[in-house]
């Protein structure tokens, strides 16, 4: 049994790989929370093959190693009250800021009321004499966050003039098939009332997808109504975690639908997607018609 986490979830698929049963329980209504539903569902019809279970709305409310396994009580919508016998449980419900032991008490350094270490635009702390980067300095907690984070503390330390300001920072889940995304989602969009166009491009009309066996993938742009800017991407299938990088510089460049639906990508490629779903913007995709709703 694994947790609903993104480490869960990928190392889930491991374990199913090499042949071991596996089920997933999450306690909020589906997995990857957080994360658009038309990018999890490719992603959730593969998981409910390979696992013995995915059961969402359930709690775990009791565990206990025995000399047999691991005794594990659930209660929800999912599982119902059950109680599961299990040779292994990994527990992947989160992370949270671990200062103690720092000797932080010794500096100026402060923390924020979720426990990370306050920084500046330039990662410096409350103690000028300190830089704080990576998971420590705040979300998101991605390795190539706080690469970024690093460059910037460098180059202030050395006098530069720089900044901590990037427009989006992309996300990816190794599973497979993976699933990545950058930017605005389409579920903030709603619930920050911004008035955007979702233009989706299914991979079932790529030719490279299909041989891949990633017909089940799916590229979508977040569009701005106002002024057609790339708000957000989202990409499920082989390879998203390298096509995530495309629409991360679009956002970061300001970039309209047209930019990426005017740039030749070759063919037949994963990557030429991201100009179709920018084409279907317009109702004019090479390989999948949809009338626009824009234009």
């Given amino acids: ?27 909020l209504p589906q997995i990857l929370t957080g994360v ?5 569902r490719p992603l959730k019809k593969r998981l409910d093959e390979l696992f013995a279970g ?8 009791e565990s206990k190693v025995r000399k047999n396994g691991v005794h594990v009580t659930l209660e929800g919508a999912g599982a ?6 299990y040779e292994l ?34 990662r410096r702390t409350s103690d000028p004499n300190i830089y704080a980067i990576g998971d420590v300095a705040g979300q998101p907690m991605l390795a190539h966050k706080a690469s970024h984070e690093g460059r910037v ?10 900044v901590f300001e990037p427009r989006a920072i992309p996300a990816v889940v190794f599973t497979d098939p993976e699933v990545a995304w950058t930017g605005l ?5 709603k619930q920050q009332r911004i008035d955007v166009t979702v233009s989706r491009f299914p991979w079932a009309a790529s030719g490279r997808a299909q041989t891949l066996g990633g017909a089940d993938g799916m590229t979508k742009l977040i569009v701005s109504k106002e002024d057609e800017r790339v708000l957000g991407v989202g990409i499920c299938g082989p390879g998203a975690g390298e096509l995530i990088a495309e629409g991360t510089l679009a956002i970061e460049m300001d970039a309209v ?37 824009n234009r």
């Avoid at 049994?1 to 306690?27: D, K, P, R």
């Avoid at 989602?185 to 969009?189: D, G, S, V």
């Avoid at 997607?273 to 084409?279: D, K, N, S």
């Fill in 36 to 40: 658009d539903r038309d990018l999890v």
């Fill in 1 to 27: 049994m694994v947790g609903g986490g993104y480490i869960g979830l990928e190392l889930g698929s491991v374990y199913s790989a090499l042949g071991t049963e596996v089920t997933v329980v999450e306690m």
């Fill in 153 to 162: 503390a460098v180059d202030a330390i050395g006098g530069a003039k720089t």
């Fill in 257 to 293: 639908a047209e930019d990426l639906a005017l740039t030749i990508h070759a063919h037949p490629t994963l990557s030429e997607t991201v100009m179709e779903a920018a084409e279907g913007f317009y109702g004019a995709a090479t390989h999948y018609f949809r009338k626009s709703r």
């Fill in 80 to 85: 119902g009250d059950a109680r599961k016998l």
């Fill in 185 to 189: 989602t389409e579920t903030e969009a």
């Fill in 89 to 122: 449980v990994l527990v992947a419900a989160g992370r949270k800021p671990n200062t103690s032991g720092l000797g932080l008490e010794n500096t100026k350094i402060e923390l924020n009321e979720d426990g990370f270490v306050k920084v500046d635009p330039q």
């Fill in 54 to 61: 995915i059961y969402t709305n359930t709690k775990v409310t």
